[in-house]
């Protein structure tokens, strides 16, 4: 199914208003899990802008456009040797919100390691969600 740059955005955002309302009501493993979602989501949104309009990309690289693996996106929205090269408070921002696997639905996550995501992605100005939306 398609999804327009746009729509990623926009779902990005709402995800992870998602996540803080779900830490709020102390439901921190579904907070977790949508912090991530909602990176996941923000990075697609970056890969969305590398398509050229009447160029059908190389299946290879489309497949791994629907992958979960965050460091992978990164890779695949260009990201990372600007990542590589940003402050050191985004850099330790980004090894915490890269431990996040979309089998974490499945995981029990305490409300310090769900604060410590939604810090992690959304604090500014070294939040990784923050800096990902001054790529998109």
């Known amino acids: 199914m ?16 998602e996540a803080k309302a779900l830490l709020e009501r102390d439901l921190p493993s579904g907070a977790f ?17 590398r398509f050229d309009r009447h ?5 290879e690289f489309i497949n791994k456009v629907y992958s979960h693996d965050l460091r992978n996106l990164m890779e695949l929205a260009s990201l990372l040797p600007d ?3 940003a402050p050191e408070g ?13 089998e974490s639905r499945y995981d029990l996550v305490t409300d310090a390691d769900a604060r410590q995501m939604l810090a992690a992605i ?5 939040g990784v969600f923050t800096w990902i939306q001054t790529h998109w």
């Not at 160029?55 to 299946?59: A, F, G």
């Not at 959304?122 to 070294?126: A, F, L, V």
């Open 90 to 102: 985004l850099q330790k921002n980004w090894q915490i919100a890269r431990g996040w696997k979309i």
């Open 2 to 17: 398609p999804v327009e740059k746009s729509k990623l955005q926009q779902l990005a955002l709402i995800r992870l208003d």
């Open 33 to 49: 899990h949508l912090a991530g979602l909602a990176l996941e989501v923000a990075i697609k949104a970056c890969i969305a802008t």
């Open 122 to 126: 959304s604090d500014p100005p070294n």
């Open 83 to 85: 990542l590589d090269n």
């Open 55 to 59: 160029v059908i990309p190389d299946k």
